[in-house]
């Protein structure tokens, strides 16, 4: 069946280091991926997508990897600040659309000053 | 524009009780989603709505029922809570120009 996955629970970095949340997935077909942000006692925000035609997309100060050979997706935040510290979630969903989306369990980042 | 809220924000029931948590967009948009978010894990879809007037099951619908009221409010019913149905329950809306989900702030539920 379908699956998302994170390969790490917790992540910590040092204020203005660069950070990579990775996320695996298994569905072959997913074509539309999402990451969002989750701040303590908030829902989840938006932060960047990707669709399967692309491997790469950027952000304002973050950029998504799509590597769909493996399977893997990856968020990487420059100059991490501590207003990054959160729970990140990528999602999927392989009709082509945010219609249903599955999600992972959640990074949580923790930016030290 | 308040994007999409979600009332009431927190509540605790008995075990048996019934409730029903609202939800609302004002962007216009056509589906809307209910999530729970259990402790350590990701979310999970209930119950979606993909137009007024229609709704689907989810990953998880059972315990609960939903209603598609007009095409701004979605709501969710417990009809006999049960401490499992303890979570953190979130409503989205989707932006089919962008095809992206928008959540609201959740509704922290306790069932004792």
């Known amino acids: 069946g379908e699956s998302v996955g994170l390969h790490l629970p917790t992540l910590s970095v040092q204020e203005g280091d660069n950070s990579i949340i990775n996320c695996a997935y298994s569905?072959?077909?997913?074509?539309?991926f999402i990451w969002y942000k989750q701040e303590s006692g908030k829902g989840p925000q938006f932060i960047i997508d990707?669709?399967?035609?692309?491997d790469k997309r950027q952000g304002q100060r973050v950029t998504v990897l799509l590597n769909k050979t493996v399977k893997h997706l990856s968020l990487q935040i420059a100059a991490t600040q501590p207003g990054d510290s959160a729970v990140y979630f990528c999602?999927?969903?392989?009709?082509?659309?945010?219609?249903?989306?599955?999600f992972g369990k959640g990074t949580k980042l923790t930016v030290n000053p | 524009n308040a994007g999409v809220t979600q009332t009431p924000k927190f509540q605790v029931l008995k075990t048996g009780q019934s409730m029903t948590l609202q939800c609302a967009q004002d962007?216009?948009?056509?589906?809307m989603y209910w999530y729970r978010q259990d402790p350590g894990m990701g979310l999970r879809l209930i119950y979606y709505?993909?137009?007024?007037?229609?709704?689907d099951k989810g990953e998880v619908p059972n315990g609960y029922n939903v209603s598609r009221l007009n095409k701004r409010e979605f709501s969710l019913r417990l009809e006999s809570a049960a401490p499992s149905q303890t979570s953190v329950y979130f409503c989205?809306?989707?932006?089919?120009?962008?095809?992206?989900?928008?959540f609201g702030p959740g509704t922290r539920l306790t069932v004792l």
């Open positions: 999602a999927e969903n392989w009709k082509g659309g945010s219609e249903k989306l599955v």
């Open positions: 569905n072959s077909a997913s074509d539309y």
């Open positions: 990707i669709r399967s035609n692309m």
């Open positions: 962007m216009n948009h056509n589906s």
């Open positions: 709505s993909a137009s007024e007037g229609t709704t």
């Open positions: 989205a809306s989707l932006d089919r120009r962008t095809d992206t989900q928008y």
